[in-house]
């Protein structure tokens, strides 16, 4: 059973920036996709960036592209999510996902993912 531990959430102003990380158990990390989700008060969880398993393909939302940045340390069984230029929208429990399947494609969608991180607090004030 794969289990995710995030890390690096905190109160920053606007402007800031933030580094998760997300550290998993276990053998297969490697060979599954990673992704990072968010979910704000009373709305639904939703993708934030993602990474391959194999050759570091990329995906992310429009509303972070240019300011966040997925990335992955296979020896360290960790991902990172760096987050610059924060704004007070990106407030949010930030979620780190395993794929269910090992050596797939990068997705995007919620359900693709079964491993789940319990979360970790980003709040940016303006």
């Known amino acids: 059973q794969v289990q995710l531990a995030e890390s690096g959430g905190g109160l920053v102003q606007a402007g800031g920036s933030l580094r998760l990380s997300c550290t998993a158990s276990g053998w297969t990390f490697r060979f599954r996709a990673v992704g990072w989700f968010r979910q704000a008060p009373g709305k639904e969880r939703e993708f934030v960036a993602g990474i391959g398993w194999s050759d570091g393909m990329t995906s992310y939302a429009d509303s972070v592209k240019g300011r966040f940045t997925i990335a992955r340390d296979n020896a360290k069984n960790t991902a990172y999510l760096q987050m610059d230029s924060l704004k007070p929208e990106d407030t949010a429990v930030y979620y780190c996902?395993?794929?269910?399947?090992?050596?797939?494609?990068?997705?995007?969608?919620?359900?693709?993912?079964?491993?789940w991180g319990q979360g970790t607090q980003v709040t940016v004030s303006s």
């Open positions: 996902a395993l794929d269910g399947a090992m050596s797939g494609p990068l997705a995007t969608s919620v359900n693709a993912y079964s491993y």
